[in-house]
């Protein structure tokens, strides 16, 4: 597997607006993109931080992904993403060697990435993103 850096870390907000303020007043930083990705039940804003981006996401159905999660840890730290390359061949390789997918093939993310998620159960606990730019 080749992973070349951190692409984001991702964030789960109750409110974009509230934590784009925060970010932009507070800690100086710029929001360069606000994005829906409607299959995954999301609104994203991103920051970039050196060669690394944060990821704030607020959820747009209480039965999605980050609904959920903030409704049983509340908001915070969601997931790390690595950037790599040849994620299907790395997704392949990590199932392989036992590692439990969530995505077994990528899919759409925000920024035009493919993107796949592994089981944090298989990852200590961290939910890891895959991420690779689109072709």
Same mark, same amino acid.
């Given at each position: 597997?080749?992973?070349?850096?951190?692409?984001?870390?991702?964030?789960?907000?109750?409110?974009?607006?509230?934590?784009?303020?925060?970010?932009?007043?507070?800690?100086?930083?710029?929001?360069?993109?606000?994005?829906?990705?409607?299959?995954?039940?999301?609104?994203? *804003?991103?920051?970039?931080?050196?060669?690394?981006? +944060?990821?704030?996401?607020?959820?747009?159905?209480?039965?999605?992904?980050?609904?959920?999660?903030?409704?049983?840890?509340?908001?915070? +730290?969601?997931?790390?993403?690595?950037?790599?390359?040849?994620?299907?061949?790395?997704?392949?390789?990590?199932?392989?060697?036992?590692?439990?997918?969530?995505?077994?093939?990528?899919?759409?993310? *925000?920024?035009?990435?493919?993107? *796949?998620?592994?089981?944090?159960?298989?990852?200590?606990? +961290?939910?890891?993103?895959?991420?690779?730019?689109?072709?």
């Amino acid at each position: 597997m080749k992973i070349t850096h951190i692409e984001h870390i991702g964030i789960a907000v109750k409110s974009l607006e509230t934590a784009i303020s925060f970010y932009e007043t507070k800690l100086g930083l710029k929001c360069y993109a606000v994005e829906e990705v409607f299959d995954q039940k999301v609104k994203t *804003a991103f920051f970039q931080v050196g060669q690394t981006k +944060v990821e704030l996401l607020e959820s747009t159905d209480p039965e999605g992904p980050i609904g959920k999660f903030i409704a049983n840890k509340g908001e915070g +730290v969601h997931h790390i993403a690595f950037a790599t390359e040849g994620l299907q061949e790395n997704l392949d390789e990590l199932a392989e060697n036992g590692i439990r997918l969530i995505d077994k093939n990528p899919r759409k993310g *925000a920024e035009g990435l493919q993107i *796949a998620f592994l089981h944090p159960k298989d990852t200590l606990g +961290v939910l890891i993103e895959l991420c690779e730019k689109s072709k």
